[in-house]
């Protein structure tokens, strides 16, 4: 990959106009010119809003957000469909674009008649599409239906046909919208294989997707489309999680931000992602030799948040204050899951680690590696006990939550591994 700019999108903002009150029918006509109710009343809505970034040429980067956040709307204004209201997009290459299931298919030709059309509509010669013709045919699987009209294709072979097609342009660029949601299993992983491909020849991807997994296997980079049409551009783990965030966000008490946020001098406290256990009397307790001056769950890249992929490395960043001298301490963790099942409950001592000696303030994290958890909210116990585990230097039990998000769809807590030798 390189820094050359092939996509630049500079202060653009895109506004859609919606007729409120647009006649539909001819009585409606005659009844607006009657009462002279000629003008129309419009609702603005404003999808992107001052937006400026730049896509570098070889790159893979996933568009995600919300539905109606404006994913399909960025993809548009890149292959020029539509102009934006304000600001200036530049795109340096040619563009292959995937936009919508059947855009450019017409219902009423074959297969093979649509091949040429909507190669055609691509850019292709007549003759690069003849020659290739075969090589189309084969990728898309559709060798017995390309005689039938394919206003009797499914949505996943209409879908498996305009990959094919779209993917034999060899563009600079390709703009993909929700091309893997269609078509089984089998075919998503083969279109998955060919985007690969095609990223290791240096091209440039645009992607949208609602499926994470994909987003996370393939981009170098995220475009975060937020609730008010702003953006955030950068790495996929920590943006995902803003998506996730979003969308769950009423379900756990959740806390996002870059660590850089957090105010690091040793006096000042900061405790994220409490639970409802937190504060309450009988579920913390010590002798208060030790207190927690800071506390706050975040991903291994250090981005803070207490919401988690499957299998997403989890960190737990701890300050603890020592109020004299104290040796030999170890730190215990517990997870239960929502149901106050207590899930598994390490400590550092029986991984041959203690606190040899704290007499003031100390950062510690707790590295809790690609838990196997499904979804769901779990709460979170911190214990610092004296070497023999029998005084407690401060205990808070399940007084911290995160979520975890996994998009498998399986029953259960954890997710196990299976090899299925069949
Ligand atoms: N031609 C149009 N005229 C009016 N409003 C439109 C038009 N196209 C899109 N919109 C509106 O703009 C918003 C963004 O649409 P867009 O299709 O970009 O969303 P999206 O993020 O791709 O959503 P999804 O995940 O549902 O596909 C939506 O509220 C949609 O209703």
């Known amino acids: 990959m390189t820094t050359e700019t092939v996509i630049n999108f500079e202060n653009v903002t895109k506004v859609y106009r919606i007729y409120k009150n647009k006649p539909t029918t001819l009585k409606e006509k005659v009844i607006n010119f009657l009462l002279r109710r000629n003008k129309l009343e419009t609702i603005e809505m404003n999808v992107l809003k001052d937006v400026s970034y730049s896509i570098y040429k070889g790159e893979t980067v996933g568009i995600i957000g919300r539905n109606g956040a404006g994913k399909s709307t960025s993809l548009k204004l890149i292959a020029k469909i539509i102009n934006p209201d304000s600001g200036t997009i530049t795109v340096k290459g040619s563009v292959s674009s995937l936009l919508e299931i ?33 090589e189309i045919v084969e990728f898309s699987e559709l060798n017995n239906f390309m005689n039938t009209p394919v206003k009797n294709y499914s949505s996943g072979m209409y879908m498996r046909l305009a990959f094919s097609v779209a993917i034999h342009v060899d563009p600079d660029i390709l703009l993909l919208d929700e091309v ?149 301490l170890v730190i215990g963790i517990a997870l239960y899951d929502e149901n106050n099942n207590l899930l598994s409950g390490p ?39 004296d070497y023999d585990c029998i005084e407690p230097f401060i205990h808070m039990e399940k007084c911290f939550e995160l979520m975890v998000v996994n998009e498998r769809n399986e029953l259960g807590i954890v997710g196990l591994e299976c090899d299925w030798l069949v």
């Open 180 to 328: 893997l949601a269609v078509g089984d299993a089998n075919f998503q992983k083969k279109c998955m294989n060919k985007l690969k491909e095609i990223q290791a020849k240096g091209k440039t991807i645009v992607f949208v997707s609602h499926d994470m997994s994909s987003v996370k296997n393939l981009c170098d980079r995220i475009i975060y489309i937020g609730e008010n049409g702003e953006i955030e551009f950068g790495e996929p783990d920590f943006l995902i999680n803003r998506y996730y965030a979003q969308l769950y966000g009423n379900q756990a008490n959740i806390v996002i931000q870059d660590q850089s946020e957090i105010d690091h001098s040793s006096e000042s406290l900061y405790i994220a992602h409490t639970s409802a256990h937190y504060n309450i009397k009988e579920s913390i307790w010590g002798n208060r030799e030790v207190s927690l001056n800071k506390f706050y769950f975040s991903n291994a890249e250090g981005y803070v948040s207490n919401i988690f992929q499957h299998k997403q490395d989890i960190v737990m960043n701890i300050e603890l204050k020592a109020h004299h001298s104290l040796q030999k």
């Open 102 to 134: 059947g855009a450019g298919f017409q219902p009423d030709l074959t297969g093979k008649e649509n091949v040429y059309l909507y190669g055609s509509i691509l850019g292709l010669p007549k003759k690069y599409i003849r020659d290739h013709y075969e």
């Open 347 to 385: 400590n550092s001592k029986n991984d041959g680690i203690v606190l040899d000696e704290i007499d003031d303030s100390r950062f510690i994290k707790v590295l809790i590696k690609e838990p196997p958890l499904l979804n769901g909210k779990f709460y979170v116990t911190l214990a610092i006990y």
